[in-house]
T-cell receptor, first 113, second 108 residues
Framework: NAGVTQTPKFQVLKTGQSMTLQCAQD?????MYWYRQDPGMGLRLIYY???????DKGEVPNGYNVSRLNKREFSLRLESAAPSQTSVYFC????????????FGQGTRLTVV | GQSLEQPSEVTAVEGAIVQINCTYQ??????LSWYQQHDGGAPTFLSY????GLEETGRFSSFLSRSDSYGYLLLQELQMKDSASYFC?????????FGSGTQLTVLP
């Protein structure tokens, strides 16, 4: 199915381990986003990429890095995982720089123990 | 930056009409969007208002007043499957900022 694909769907990490969350979209969208969702706190923007080759910090970037590998792919890396990074991570893409009509992936449920 | 406020919970009965309000404070505002998220699922786009007024999409309508920094989502003829979280989101120059979400429970 066309849309936004995230991998993995579930992950358990030990404190201090690193990992990369992968995201790919096949809608030829310019803008891509990484959000985290914690209970009762909605979706908070970690990083975004308005176009290929550019990335910018969002509301909660500390502890994360991103790479916009090409127009399709936008990865999120946790260099040294902490329990506070236990969350559900969503990747999204939009044809518009304003984020209008964003499409979301199915999410990655990450637990850091 | 942007901040948005919406009620945390709303309860209504099947067949009724419910309105979910959203107020926002922004430093650069392009429009207001609404997303639906079922438990364990991904947010899905419902509607978007760039201009003042009402936008209707089937049973769902969304309203925006830029002068009041206020919008709402109106759900008519509620069905059990409408039980979900609803998020308003403000579109800024280069990013999309979400409210904390409203949990809608539809009772039989």
């Amino acid at each position: 199915n066309a849309g936004v694909t995230q991998t993995p769907k579930f992950q358990v990490l030990k404190t201090g381990q690193s990992m990369t969350l992968q995201c790919a979209q096949d809608m030829n969208h310019n803008s891509m986003y990484w959000y985290r969702q914690d209970p009762g706190m909605g979706l908070r923007l970690i990083y975004y990429s308005a176009s290929e080759g550019t990335t910018d910090k969002g509301e909660v970037p500390n502890g994360y890095n991103v790479s916009r590998l090409n127009k399709r792919e936008f990865s999120l890396r946790l260099e040294s995982a902490a329990p506070s990074q236990t969350s559900v991570y969503f990747c999204a893409s939009s044809a518009y720089q304003t984020g209008a009509e964003a499409f979301f992936g199915q999410g990655t449920r990450l637990t850091v123990v | 930056g942007q901040s948005l406020e919406q009620p945390s919970e709303v309860t209504a009965v099947e067949g009724a009409i419910v309105q979910i309000n959203c107020t926002y404070q922004t430093s650069g505002f392009y429009g207001l969007s609404w997303y639906q998220q079922h438990d364990g699922g991904a947010p899905t786009f419902l509607s978007y208002n760039a201009l003042d007024g009402l936008e209707e999409t089937g049973r769902f309508s969304s309203f925006l007043s830029r002068s009041d920094s206020y919008g709402y989502l109106l759900l008519q003829e509620l069905q059990m499957k409408d039980s979900a979280s609803y998020f308003c989101a403000a579109e800024g120059p280069r990013q999309l900022t979400f409210g904390s979400g409203t949990q809608l429970t539809v009772l039989p």
